[in-house]
C-alpha cells in the first residue's frame, strides 16, 4: 500500500497511470467522468483499444478481454481484488457530506494483488496514518508556481484562460459574455452529455477556442494547456449554505 499526496500539479496521476501500464492488469477510480475519459484516452494509446474499459454512471465500454479499467469512483466494480494494480485518485473527497462515503469505502477495500496506491492532498496523512498504519506515505511538491494576477476584467482577460464558475447561471453568463468579447469559448459541466463535455474540452484543448468556463468541478485533476485561472466569484453555495471559498479550494482549482 502506498500513498502519494501532494497539491495538484505534482505527477501523481501520471505516476499511478505508469505504475498500472507496468502490471499486467489494473483499475483506477477518479472523481469525474471526464478525468476517468481522459485517462482511458490515455491508456488505450499505450495498451490498445481491446485491452482498456471506462466504466462511469453514463458510460459503459468495455472490451471482452479488458485487463484495464478506468472507472468512477462510484462505479467501480467489485473485482478490485482480481487486479494486479489498484488506484484511487482524490482520495481526500472521503470527508465530503455527499460523496464521502463512497472515496472511504474504497480507501479502507479497494486493494490490488501486487500494488494499491491512494492519491490526494496531504490532508489525508493523518488519516491515512491512522486507519492503514503500514502504508508507505510519500509527498511530492508541486510542478508550477501560482501566483496572484489580480481583478481583471472579462474584455482582458489572456488567451489560454479558464473562467471558474459556481452555478450553471453563471457559467453560461461567463461564457455567453466572453463569446461577445473574445470570439468563443468552450463550456463543460456535469450536466453536459459525455459526447457534449469531451467535445468541449477538446475544442479548447486544439485551439479551437482560447477560453473555457466551467464549474470547480475542473479542479479535481482534469489536465488542461491553461495559462490562467479566474474565478468568476469567491463564495459558493456548498449544499447547505453560501460560503466564501477557502484558501486550500482556491489552490485546489488553481
Do not use: W
Not at 505516476?15 to 501500464?21: D, H, T
Not at 494509446?45 to 471506462?54: M, N, P, R, T, Y
Not at 508556481?145 to 452555478?167: D, E, I, W, Y
Not at 469559448?185 to 468556463?213: C, H
Amino acid at each position: 500500500m502506498r500513498a502519494v499526496l501532494g497539491p495538484t500539479n505534482t505527477g501523481k496521476t501520471h505516476l499511478a497511470i505508469e505504475r498500472m501500464c507496468g502490471h499486467s492488469s489494473g483499475m483506477m477510480g477518479f472523481p469525474l467522468r471526464l478525468l476517468a475519459r481522459e485517462v482511458y484516452d490515455r491508456v488505450r494509446s499505450i495498451k490498445g483499444d481491446k485491452q482498456v474499459a471506462l466504466i462511469t454512471g453514463e458510460e459503459r465500454i468495455e472490451p471482452p478481454d479488458a485487463r484495464y479499467f478506468l472507472c468512477t469512483a462510484e462505479a467501480m466494480p467489485r473485482t478490485a481484488g482480481k487486479h494486479a494494480f489498484v488506484a484511487i485518485d482524490e482520495a481526500q473527497l472521503g470527508a465530503d457530506p455527499e460523496r464521502g462515503h463512497i472515496f472511504t469505502d474504497r480507501l479502507l477495500h479497494a486493494r490490488g494483488r501486487e500494488e494499491t496506491m491512494i492519491l490526494g492532498s496531504s490532508t489525508l496523512q493523518p488519516l491515512i496514518k491512522a486507519l492503514i498504519p503500514r502504508a508507505d506515505i510519500t509527498t511530492r511538491p508541486r510542478f508550477s508556481t501560482l501566483s496572484h494576477a489580480g481583478v481583471c476584467k472579462l474584455s482582458r482577460l489572456p488567451k489560454r484562460s479558464a473562467v471558474v464558475a459556481f452555478s450553471i447561471e453563471q457559467v453560461y453568463a461567463m461564457a455567453e459574455a466572453l463569446r461577445r468579447f473574445r470570439g468563443g469559448a468552450a463550456v463543460v459541466m456535469g450536466a453536459l452529455s459525455p459526447e457534449t463535455r469531451n467535445k468541449q474540452v477538446a475544442m479548447f484543448q486544439s485551439g479551437e477556442v482560447d477560453y473555457i468556463v466551467a464549474t470547480d468541478a475542473i479542479g479535481m485533476g482534469l489536465n488542461l494547456d491553461l495559462d490562467h485561472v479566474a474565478f468568476a466569484a469567491l463564495s459558493k453555495f456548498d449544499g447547505h449554505r453560501k460560503r466564501r471559498l477557502t484558501p486550500s479550494e482556491m489552490a485546489q482549482i488553481a
